[in-house]
């Protein structure tokens, strides 16, 4: 039994083996021990989903064969409201999430998690937008994920309103009042980003006859200086005392610092380093192909020693044994590429470095953003 190889208290076992989870926990605990977790991991991952559990286990429960999103979604309504905890509510319920999205994993793999019950009342009309973006607009799939992420959001703050009849009653004022108070508590990128899709989605809105007049213009406009967020850079000497600072023992260092030194280098995107596969390392001929963006061009550039030593290094090192094509990959289980931009962090690594050179150092600050502007000319000759 897989719950035993993990847990020997008793009363740890027993607890886990009765309310309506029970069944499921069995299987889930095989499912991570499949995917390489640590047996850490799968202890702590076990006792989170062992408070949706009790949640379920009401008077007159029985077991359950599956769940549904809609028993996901009164839980973590629920929970927070009883949970009493020491450290901050905020970032248990956060481990808590992560755990249950595990488990959700391990349930869609089996066929056993229903997630049409809790559909959103605006789930066709943000499905219908999406599919025009697509259509009309000829988005790329990364503009889509942005676009829809901002919608959700304005479509979760009308509530009920969220349909075609609802947006008949759609007033330029609801729509300013939405956007500056979202705007209070988010950045320059965020507000622009929500700026343009809420100027797309009222586009989408006319064409479809949702509202009767254009109300793009009633997104308000925020004020920005010219040069206002122009961020400082580091110096090259700086650059490389950064790189030093990294530990190269670890798994995590080599991957970071292959990813780094390939930003420092080549001055590319962090998502063409993050699509970057194995048949884009040419090591016969000594070049690198970095995929285009937002529809530019390939770039096909000299491999130089020591990105090649570098990328050596976290391929046989430290890479784990899967058969992705992508040259990255996550460092904890389950392994598998960058899913996005959210997760393709690696100047975690060198924040101390950055503290240490006494430069500003912001929690979500990307490394490229402080390299040397002459960085993409360094391997032109």
Request: positive net charge.
């Amino acid at each position: 039994m897989a719950l035993k190889q993990i847990f020997g208290c008793p009363g740890t076992l027993k607890g886990l083996r009765s309310g309506p989870l029970s069944g499921l926990l069995e299987g889930f605990c095989s499912w991570l021990l499949e995917h390489g977790f640590s047996r850490w991991t799968i202890r702590k991952h076990l006792f989170n989903v062992s408070h949706l559990n009790e949640y379920l286990g009401g008077p007159g429960s029985g077991f359950r064969e599956g769940l549904s999103s809609r028993d996901v979604a009164g839980f973590f309504k629920a929970y927070p409201l009883v949970c009493r905890r020491r450290g901050t509510l905020e970032g248990h319920v956060r481990r808590v999430r992560y755990s249950i999205n595990r488990f959700l994993d391990y349930l869609r793999d089996s066929g056993l998690f229903d997630s049409s019950s809790g559909q959103e009342i605006y789930q066709p009309l943000l499905d219908a937008y999406l599919e025009w973006m697509r259509h009309y607009q000829h988005a790329s799939e990364g503009t889509l994920g942005v676009r829809c992420h901002s919608i959700t959001q304005f479509l979760e703050w009308l509530g009920p309103e969220a349909m075609p009849e609802g947006l008949l009653r759609l007033s330029s004022d609801k729509i300013e009042g939405f956007f500056i108070s979202y705007a209070r508590s988010m950045g320059r990128s965020a507000r622009r980003s929500m700026q343009s899709a809420l100027r797309t989605f009222l586009r989408f809105c006319l064409h479809n006859g949702y509202i009767e007049q254009s109300l793009e213009y009633a997104v308000p406009t925020l004020r920005t200086y010219k040069l206002a967020t122009v961020p400082r850079g580091l110096t090259d000497i700086q650059a490389q005392q950064v790189l030093r600072c990294i530990n190269r023992n670890s798994h995590v260092g080599r991957r970071d610092y292959a990813i780094l030194i390939l930003l420092y280098t080549y001055g590319v995107r962090g998502g063409q380093v993050r699509a970057l596969r194995m048949e884009d390392v040419d090591w016969v001929q000594d070049q690198i192909l970095f995929r285009a963006l937002k529809h530019g061009k390939d770039s096909r550039l000299p491999l130089t020693p020591e990105v090649g030593e570098s990328l050596l290094d976290y391929l046989q090192n430290s890479r784990p044994s899967y058969s992705y094509p992508h040259v990255f990959l996550t460092c904890r289980a389950p392994y598998h590429p960058f899913p996005g931009p959210a997760h393709f962090r690696p100047w975690w690594s060198v924040t101390s470095g950055l503290r240490a050179l006494r430069f500003p150092v912001r929690a979500h600050m990307p490394f490229g953003i402080a390299l040397p502007l002459e960085c993409s000319t360094r391997v032109i000759p």
